[in-house]
C-alpha cells in the first residue's frame, strides 16, 4: 500500500513570496490533515478535511494561508505572503476517518525554509 | 485548551540502558497515540492506546494508559542505536477529533 505523498520535499523562498505544497493521501482515506511542525516541537494541526468539507480549521492563519482539498482526494496548501516564523516542515496525515481512535499515517513533509 | 507535556525534553543514554518517556496531560483523552519521528521523515505510528489501565507491549517498548485517560508512558527496555529518533505522543480529545501533540522527546542512544 503505497503512503502519503507530498511535494516538494524542500522549498527556500523569500519572505513575501508565494508557495504551494501538494499532498496526495493513501486511497481510501476520508480524513487529510496539514500539520505545522516547528524546529523543536511536535506537529500543530493546520486544517482538518472530512472527503473534501473543512472540519477544523481554527488554528489555520487564514489572512495569509489556504487550503483545499478538491474531489477530496489530493490537497494543496498555500501560503501567501510567506513570513520568516512559517519557516517549519509542514506535515501530510491521512486517516480513514471512520475508526474511533483515528489513526493517522503520515507523509515524509515539505521542509519550508523562509529567508 | 489540552496540552500534552512530554518528559524528559532530551535524553541521551548508552547502548542497553533502560528509559521512561512521560506524557501527562490534565484533561481526559479518548485516546492516545505514540509516534516515532526521524531526521527528515514524518512521525510514523508505535501504538494506539484507547482503554484506561491499558498496556500495550511492541517488543522491547512497553506503552501504558493511565487509569483516568489523563497521562501515558513509554517504557524501553535495553535501547539500541536504532531507537534513536524523536517520540512524539499525541492524544484525541474526542473520537474522530484532530489529535494534539506533545513537543516530543528526543532520544539518542550510543553504542
Known amino acids: 500500500e503505497a503512503g502519503v505523498a507530498q511535494s516538494p520535499r524542500y522549498k527556500i523562498i523569500e519572505k513575501r513570496q508565494s508557495v504551494a505544497f501538494w499532498c496526495n493521501p493513501i486511497s481510501g482515506h476520508a480524513t487529510l490533515y496539514w500539520y505545522q511542525q516547528i524546529l523543536g516541537q511536535g506537529p500543530k494541526l493546520l486544517i482538518q478535511f472530512q472527503n473534501n468539507g473543512v472540519v477544523d480549521d481554527s488554528q489555520l492563519p487564514k489572512d495569509r494561508f489556504s487550503a483545499e482539498r478538491l474531489k477530496g482526494v489530493d490537497s494543496t496548501l498555500k501560503i501567501q505572503p510567506a513570513k520568516l516564523e512559517d519557516s517549519a516542515v509542514y506535515l501530510c496525515?491521512?486517516?480513514?476517518?471512520?475508526?474511533?481512535?483515528?489513526?493517522?499515517?503520515f507523509g515524509p513533509g515539505t521542509r519550508l525554509t523562509v529567508l | 485548551t489540552q496540552l500534552l507535556e512530554q518528559s524528559p525534553q532530551f535524553l541521551s543514554i548508552q547502548e542497553g540502558e533502560n528509559l521512561t518517556v512521560y506524557c501527562n496531560s490534565s484533561s481526559v483523552f479518548s485516546s492516545l497515540q505514540w509516534y516515532r519521528q526521524e531526521p527528515g521523515e514524518g512521525p510514523v505510528l508505535l501504538v494506539t492506546v484507547v482503554t484506561g489501565g491499558e498496556v500495550k507491549k511492541l517488543k522491547r517498548l512497553t506503552f501504558q494508559f493511565g487509569d483516568a485517560r489523563k497521562d501515558s508512558s513509554l517504557h524501553i527496555t535495553a535501547a539500541q542505536p536504532g531507537d534513536t529518533g524523536l517520540y512524539l505522543c499525541a492524544g484525541a480529545p474526542q473520537a474522530g477529533t484532530a489529535l494534539i501533540f506533545g513537543k516530543g522527546t528526543t532520544l539518542s542512544v550510543s553504542s
Open positions: 496525515a491521512s486517516s480513514l476517518g471512520s475508526r474511533i481512535y483515528n489513526e493517522q499515517f
